[in-house]
């Protein structure tokens, strides 16, 4: 199978890879740059596990081939706490207690981000919205949406 050579960003670090052309985004992310935090849950964009963003946008990983990311810059759940300190939809999940299992955390947690910066104080509704395409079989979802609310309200300043 050929190889091919990609170089873009991954949470904010310069970042090369070879990876086989019918690789999807996700296996290179797990298998070639062991960053296993993004998770398969479906393999077939169902369930919002595997999300990240690209270039800004909201993308299942499982449906994006690694070749088609040169020059792309790329945002994963490693990249969202700095250092120690977490981001504030991190620790508004555990506040919560918005995460059983964990699976679907990261994508939760990436899909949200997103969420608060295109839009920093939503309703109730559009956060369940944005996050319909985002599964989880272990909550009911409630501390999910409550965590997203806190999170906002925090990084408002309100």
């Known amino acids: 199978m050929a190889r091919l050579y990609v170089s873009c960003r991954i949470n904010g670090d310069d970042t090369e890879y070879l990876c086989d052309t019918s690789q999807s985004l996700l296996d290179v992310l797990r298998d070639e740059l062991e960053l296993t935090g993004t998770k398969e849950g479906c393999a077939t964009g169902d369930c919002g596990a595997c999300s990240i963003t690209v270039d800004g946008v909201l993308v299942c990983s499982c449906l994006v081939l690694g070749a088609e990311m040169s020059g792309k810059s790329i945002e994963t759940i490693e990249g969202m706490a700095k250092g120690e300190k977490l981001h504030p939809l991190q620790e508004k999940f555990i506040e919560h207690v918005a995460l059983q299992c964990g699976i679907c955390t990261p994508g939760l947690l990436i899909a949200s981000r997103n969420l ?34 806190a999170a906002a309200k925090e990084l408002r300043g309100a």
């Open 116 to 149: 608060l910066e295109r839009n920093p104080n939503p309703t109730e509704e559009e956060i369940r919205f944005w996050l319909a395409g985002n599964l989880c079989r272990c909550t009911g979802y409630n501390n999910i949406v409550d965590a997203v609310t």
